[in-house]
């Protein structure tokens, strides 16, 4: 006889809290304390002589893709980036160390925000098993000391609900606000330039980008534009002119971002082409590179 499994791999998520959301002590407290989480210097010029930005772009855009691969919770991916920054701040780091600092780090964050936590061995195959588990484990050990085990850090994502609930948006664009709002904090998460910046503003900054690559704000004049700006700027105490300049730097990582991504297209289009061979054969079956010219176009 035989036996059909109808049990589904479900993922337990936790519901938005009411009580938290809306009792506006909670941002404040937020805003309060977020600065203890970002780096005051860039430690480039001053702790790290082995390791360049270029590298913490590169573990960044790793870490990014093992997220995505593993359908990770939003906050996981700038929770590890705030810890691997707070960790380079403070200890001077090897460059042969520096994807088995990141995996730690993603280690550490989906322990906090995971219902089921990515584990060792995973992380381990992420990098070609050029780490071992039990040296993860001890790197862990040696994070966890350097942080003082303070995990609780406030991230961009923090904000976001308490920013969007008290602008006027329509509530059929929320979710799609919300996804493109998560993707710019990501970037920002993956471009060191924005890694002493306060996460409110990141977070207050890719709010309106969103909704102005979405062009939410061009529906309704009167409630959008500079007063949307000053809006946006009082939730979280936040100058208009810095956040104006945040948004504006948002989007050009952005457009850099899908510029290399369609750089990379092509180069893997052509290495395919060249292994099928110079007649042609089977370039029907590639996918054809598209650039989205809107912001709105682009596949989140």
């Not at 995971?114 to 484990?137: F, G, M, V, W």
């Not at 504006?248 to 395919?272: A, T, Y």
Request: charged residues 25%; hydrophobic residues 40%.
């Amino acid at each position: 006889m035989e036996l059909l499994c109808l049990e589904m791999d479900t993922i337990i998520r936790a519901r938005p809290d009411p009580n938290l959301l809306c009792d506006n002590r909670v941002l404040q407290r937020l805003l309060k304390i977020e600065e203890r989480f970002v780096p005051q210097y860039s430690y480039f010029k001053g702790v790290q002589k082995d390791i360049q930005p270029f590298m913490r772009r590169m573990v960044a855009t790793w870490m990014l893709e093992v997220c995505e691969e593993q359908k990770c919770e939003e906050e996981v991916f700038p929770l590890a980036m705030n810890y691997l920054d707070r960790f380079l701040a403070m200890v001077p780091t090897k460059k042969c160390n520096l994807q088995l600092l990141g995996a730690v780090c993603m280690f550490l964050a989906s322990k906090l925000k995971e219902t089921r936590p990515l584990t060792a061995e995973k992380l381990c195959i992420y990098t070609d098993n050029s780490i071992r588990p039990q040296e993860l484990l001890e790197w862990e050990l040696v994070v966890l000391g350097k942080l003082k085990w303070n995990l609780a850090a406030v991230t961009p994502n923090d904000f976001i609900e308490h920013i969007v609930r008290k602008l006027p948006l329509p509530e059929d664009k929320l979710a799609l606000i919300r996804k493109h709002v998560q993707t710019f904090i990501a970037l920002c998460a993956t471009d060191f330039g924005f890694a002493m910046y306060p996460p409110s503003m990141i977070a207050t900054g890719s709010v309106g980008a969103a909704i102005c690559g979405l062009q939410l704000d061009s529906t309704d004049k009167s409630q959008w534009g500079d007063n949307f700006t000053d809006l946006l700027a009082k939730i979280t105490n936040t100058e208009v002119d810095v956040l104006k300049e945040c948004q504006k730097q948002i989007e050009r990582v952005l457009v850099s971002s899908l510029r290399e991504g369609r750089q990379h297209q092509q180069h893997q289009q052509q290495q395919q082409q060249t292994q099928r061979g110079t007649n042609g054969k089977g370039l029907d079956e590639l996918d054809q590179s598209s650039t989205p010219t809107d912001v709105r176009d682009v596949n989140l």
